[in-house]
């Protein structure tokens, strides 16, 4: 959620960081709460502080973008990082964690060698150049073995996925096409506040946000997938 915020002040937009940050790590543990009215209470009761911050705050020239990048950092980070959690409160969570993780961490692999390896046509250069339609494919080919892989290697330590193996291959197809629009939306938002990373934490690398840019939209895919393919 910091990098999230410092973003933004490259815009010379003035967010609730530490508002934000704190608001966004409550969201991402409500799903230990058992009262169903957690989430929805924690969702309004930032809008509500957050506008009523603003009215004391000055300079009010930037109020509303300090309020809209506020909001989105809560629900970007704190909303969508906590469907992880709900992940693992379900049957089985322990191991859609990791079949989660997992065939995310094989779809970025993939679409980097790959890649690398034969780029020649641009996916999205107004967003980010360096992707390509070969990385794409390469991720996604990577992700669908993956989680066949995954799938084979839980049955074998008698932890069997409720899913065959077509369902799996689209489980990991699922991702990867996720993943990457995670990880599209990450660069759009960068090249919108002037921001070449997300931060300088992990040297060479960006900040903690560039890498886990993909998996903010797979917990989301995966926990849903999971509930309508299953539950």
Request: proline share 4%; net charge positive; glycine share 8%.
């Given at each position: 959620?910091?990098?999230?915020?410092?973003?933004?002040?490259?815009?010379?937009?003035?967010?609730?960081?530490?508002?934000?940050?704190?608001?966004?790590?409550?969201?991402?543990l409500?799903?230990?709460?058992?009262?169903?009215?957690?989430?929805?209470?924690?969702?309004?009761?930032?809008i509500?502080?957050?506008?009523?911050?603003?009215?004391?705050?000055?300079?009010?020239?930037?109020?509303?973008?300090?309020?809209?990048?506020?909001?989105?950092?809560?629900?970007?980070?704190?909303?969508?990082?906590?469907?992880?959690?709900?992940?693992?409160?379900?049957e089985?969570?322990?191991?859609?964690?990791?079949?989660?993780?997992?065939?995310?961490?094989?779809?970025?692999?993939?679409?980097?060698?790959?890649?690398?390896?034969?780029?020649?046509?641009?996916?999205?250069?107004?967003?980010?150049?360096?992707?390509?339609?070969?990385?794409?494919?390469?991720?996604?080919?990577?992700?669908?073995?993956?989680?066949?892989?995954?799938?084979?290697?839980?049955?074998?330590?008698?932890?069997?996925?409720?899913?065959?193996?077509?369902?799996?291959?689209?489980?990991?197809?699922?991702?990867?096409?996720?993943?990457?629009?995670?990880?599209?939306?990450?660069?759009?938002?960068?090249?919108?506040?002037?921001?070449?990373?997300s931060?300088?934490?992990?040297?060479?690398?960006?900040?903690i946000?560039?890498?886990?840019?993909?998996?903010?939209f797979?917990?989301?895919?995966?926990?849903?997938?999971?509930?309508?393919?299953?539950?």
């Open positions: 959620s910091l990098e999230f915020y410092r973003m933004a002040s490259h815009s010379k937009i003035q967010p609730l960081t530490y508002f934000g940050i704190a608001w966004a790590l409550l969201l991402v409500s799903p230990h709460c058992p009262n169903t009215t957690t989430t929805p209470f924690l969702i309004t009761s930032a509500v502080i957050s506008l009523t911050w603003l009215l004391f705050r000055s300079p009010k020239g930037q109020a509303f973008n300090s309020w809209a990048w506020t909001i989105a950092g809560i629900l970007y980070i704190g909303w969508m990082l906590s469907y992880w959690v709900d992940l693992r409160n379900l089985a969570g322990r191991e859609w964690v990791l079949c989660g993780m997992l065939t995310n961490f094989a779809n970025d692999t993939g679409a980097f060698f790959i890649g690398r390896a034969w780029a020649k046509h641009p996916l999205a250069s107004t967003i980010s150049p360096s992707k390509t339609w070969e990385g794409a494919v390469g991720g996604l080919l990577a992700a669908i073995a993956a989680s066949l892989i995954l799938n084979a290697f839980f049955s074998w330590l008698n932890y069997p996925l409720p899913l065959n193996y077509w369902q799996m291959a689209l489980l990991g197809g699922v991702i990867s096409i996720f993943a990457q629009l995670g990880d599209l939306v990450e660069s759009l938002l960068k090249r919108n506040t002037g921001s070449k990373d931060g300088k934490l992990l040297p060479g690398h960006g900040g946000l560039d890498r886990i840019d993909s998996i903010i797979t917990g989301v895919v995966v926990y849903y997938y999971v509930i309508f393919a299953i539950l």
